[in-house]
T-cell receptor
Framework: DAKTTQPPSMDCAEGRAANLPCNHSTISGNEYVYWYRQIHSQGPQYIIHGLKNNETNEMASLIITEDRKSSTLILPHATLRDTAVYYCIVRVEGAGTASKLTFGTGTRLQVTL | DSGVTQTPKHLITATGQRVTLRCSPRSGDLSVYWYQQSLDQGLQFLIQYYNGEERAKGNILERFSAQQFPDLHSELNLSSLELGDSALYFC??????????????FGSGTQLSVL
């Protein structure tokens, strides 16, 4: 699976959009981009995933560059409850691959008043 | 609430001992995964079971073993415990064998402290 690079930490003011970048320059054509987050000492929570098109759900939007070498997770209106570590994961598709969900060090997002 | 239940929430034991961590997956989920999270290693995949059968293995020590029972709950057994085994152990479940669209739902974890 391709390796990802994320900034170790970011700050965001409450109510503002939080834009979390992820670099995955060695991504291959059959690898999806997944985002999970982990609020302090809780289990990770799935946020969103995509292959090459931009995706949006009730939690966030995922913007993937045309060359797929990087992506941005957008939390449109961050709240204090969004303070967490955000993990960008690139994963090969196919049966049995969820086990290879490899979590890196992620980005620690701190939302402030 | 993810629907995945882990017990106990906290466990304190001594070196050399053996403990069992339990996980009940979401209703209907066939796959169970175990992860270990320590301060210096991050979140590490240990093992996956699907419908009672071992499906994939990660960096699981030989002192550790797991199984999934017919009712789909799973247990992670840790033996000959060492100080370095102190960590947060998460269980996750998903609906299928772990294909590309499988979302993993994580439990709230068991905090193991080995003294």
């Amino acid at each position: 699976d391709a390796k990802t690079t994320q900034p170790p930490s970011m700050d965001c003011a409450e109510g503002r959009a939080a834009n979390l970048p992820c670099n995955h320059s060695t991504i291959s054509g059959n690898e999806y981009v997944y985002w999970y987050r982990q609020i302090h000492s809780q289990g990770p929570q799935y946020i969103i995933h995509g292959l090459k098109n931009n995706e949006t759900n009730e939690m966030a939007s995922l913007i993937i560059t045309e060359d797929r070498k990087s992506s941005t997770l957008i939390l449109p209106h961050a709240t204090l409850r969004d303070t967490a570590v955000y993990y960008c994961i690139v994963r090969v598709e196919g049966a049995g691959t969820a086990s290879k969900l490899t979590f890196g060090t992620g980005t620690r997002l701190q939302v402030t008043l | 609430d993810s629907g995945v239940t882990q017990t106990p929430k906290h466990l304190i034991t001594a070196t050399g001992q053996r403990v069992t961590l339990r996980c009940s997956p979401r209703s209907g989920d066939l796959s169970v995964y175990w992860y270990q999270q320590s301060l210096d290693q991050g979140l590490q995949f240990l093992i996956q079971y699907y419908n009672g059968e071992e499906r994939a293995k990660g960096n699981i020590l030989e002192r550790f073993s797991a199984q999934q029972f017919p009712d789909l709950h799973s247990e992670l057994n840790l033996s000959s415990l060492e100080l370095g085994d102190s960590a947060l152990y998460f269980c996750a479940s998903s609906g299928g064998t772990g294909g590309v669209f499988e979302k993993l739902f994580f439990g709230s974890g068991t905090q193991l402290s080995v003294l």
